[in-house]
């Protein structure tokens, strides 16, 4: 089934429960094809995200980096993979996501070889923005090619599971690969290791995806494309000020206003504009609404976690930094496992009830973290809470993938996973800096004084959980009746 075929069925299904009956229950050999190759990229980039963290050092030596401006290696990407993602998820439908998602592997790929064959920062951070850019323009379009694919029902919700587990171990596969490759051979790999994969997708690609295509086309919205760009950008820089000079620093608190007042001159443009870039009415619904802010608080507990748990490895228990490293692969087998899981869940409960059964899973066991001690032997509570509350955040961001991507029609499926992947790089850019500041505050000297402060910031993620789950308890209508 084409994406062609996918959208005609779409437009026709009167409801959510009339598309999901008339959706296939068996994968096709294309359809499987098609599953692989969206999945492979989007593991890809989820390895991409992670795996330079533990080689900045060897870059930064290597290259002549100074200790100040190191930061911008990540920093680049940050921006660009967030700031931009929105306007690329929009062009998507307007211009063809297929065409956009090959575009964006030529210049993923382009920016990996360069950022390997870097000589000196300037050349390796254009690479890390033309990464940074690509990431943008592919992971919406390749979601919204998954979408589009695979109508709604259990297909969708099994190709977004897998999608979901894939891109979690994604993480972790790529803090491991980063260390491993950079021992072993060079911190030029961790670039290098991108060439086959985008290669070998954009062979195959082009013959098994159809293009997307609108009857009219509509004009692109420049005014709201460049204030909501701009905005985003400001605040994803002054997230990451945050993290870096402390919530108070001039540079955080302009920038953060700065892109407040950008978005709030974006909302207005779109109000008086014929063809918005994001239609108020997509954005007025509950589903995307409600079910953007679940994935915001699903991602910005589950990464910022691995903040104090970091420091609670290193520093109060002494492990070295790969043990701790290593430690957090039962989170990411917790988060595999709930990805798998979930498609099942949802299919027996719906999303809005899977929502909440992730959010209580992942809301009690991040809570029983507050009771780590100072000996090793607590190192048990520590793994098990990380596996089983992994597995309730995946099934909330599965759940969330589902609900903010469900009873739109195809032509604004970009936009919708623009708007989801916006949500998951905000939500992955602000979590660390908000615990990072919790655990400033609240922690002295000493690893006794450390471990309060730790206990201190894990009941603000278990409680910030906690209002996620009543959000989605109380505001999102259930999966019958959206239907209706």
């Known amino acids: 089934m084409s994406v062609t075929d996918t959208q005609a069925a779409g437009a026709a299904a009167p409801g959510a429960d009339a598309a999901a009956a008339a959706a296939p229950s068996v994968l096709t050999p294309r359809l499987r094809l098609i599953l692989v190759l969206l999945l492979a990229t989007q593991f890809m980039l989820a390895v991409d995200f992670a795996i330079l963290n533990v080689a900045l050092p060897v870059i930064g030596k290597g290259l002549g980096f100074s200790l100040g401006n190191l930061q911008w290696i990540g920093t680049t990407f940050a921006l660009c993979a967030a700031g931009f993602t929105l306007l690329f998820g929009r062009v998507a439908d307007l211009f ?7 575009a964006g592997l030529v210049v993923l790929a382009g920016g990996s070889l360069m950022g390997g064959l870097a000589q000196n920062p300037q050349m390796l951070i254009i690479a890390r923005v033309l990464q940074g850019l690509a990431t943008a323009a592919v992971t919406p379009a390749a979601l919204s090619l998954m979408t589009t694919s695979f109508p709604e029902g259990p297909l969708r919700q099994k190709a977004l599971g897998l999608n979901g587990a894939l891109m979690s171990s994604g993480f972790t596969t790529g803090a491991i690969l980063g260390g491993v490759l950079t021992d072993l051979l060079s911190w030029r790999w961790a670039f290098f290791i991108n060439l086959p994969v985008a290669a070998a997708v954009l062979l195959i690609a082009p013959t098994v995806i159809k ?13 709201g494309a460049v204030t909501v760009t701009l905005g985003l950008l400001a605040i994803i820089f002054g997230l990451t000020q945050a993290g870096e000079k402390g919530w108070t620093a001039a540079a955080t608190l302009l920038s953060l206003a700065a892109g407040v007042l950008l978005l709030v001159l974006f909302w207005a443009v779109e109000r008086k504009v014929s063809a918005p870039l ?3 009415s997509v954005l007025g619904k509950r589903s995307v609404a409600w079910g953007n802010v679940a994935g915001l608080v699903a991602f910005l507990t589950e990464c910022s976690l691995v903040f104090p748990l970091t420091l609670y490895l290193q520093d109060v228990l002494g492990f070295s930094p790969l043990a701790a490293g290593l430690s957090f692969g039962v989170l990411g087998l917790g988060t595999v496992t709930g990805g798998v899981t979930a498609p099942k869940f949802i299919a027996k409960l719906g999303s809005k009830r899977t929502l909440i059964v992730g959010g209580l899973l992942q ?16 190192l048990w509570l520590m793994l098990g809470a990380s596996f089983f509350g992994g597995v309730g955040n995946m099934l909330v961001i599965v759940g969330f993938m589902v609900t903010a991507t469900s ?5 604004e499926q970009g936009l919708a996973t623009g708007l989801a992947t916006m949500t998951q790089q905000v939500g992955i850019t602000m979590g660390t800096p908000i615990m990072s500041a919790v655990v400033t505050a609240a922690a002295g000297t000493g690893a006794a004084a450390i471990l309060g402060g730790l206990r201190v910031a894990i009941g603000v993620n278990a409680a910030i959980v906690v209002l996620g789950l009543l959000t989605s308890a109380i505001f999102l209508r259930s999966d019958r009746a959206r239907a209706h």
């Not at 063809?96 to 090959?102: A, I, K, N, P, T």
């Not at 009873?407 to 032509?411: C, I, K, W």
Request: glycine share 10%; charged share 30%.
């Open 96 to 102: 063809g996501r297929r065409r956009l998602f090959l």
């Open 211 to 223: 293009e997307s295509r609108l009857q009219e086309r509509p004009k692109l919205d420049l005014p």
């Open 278 to 280: 994001v239609p108020l």
């Open 363 to 378: 809301a009690v066991f991040t809570a029983a973290l507050m009771g780590l001690g100072d000996d090793r032997v607590w």
């Open 407 to 411: 009873g739109l029609a195809d032509h």
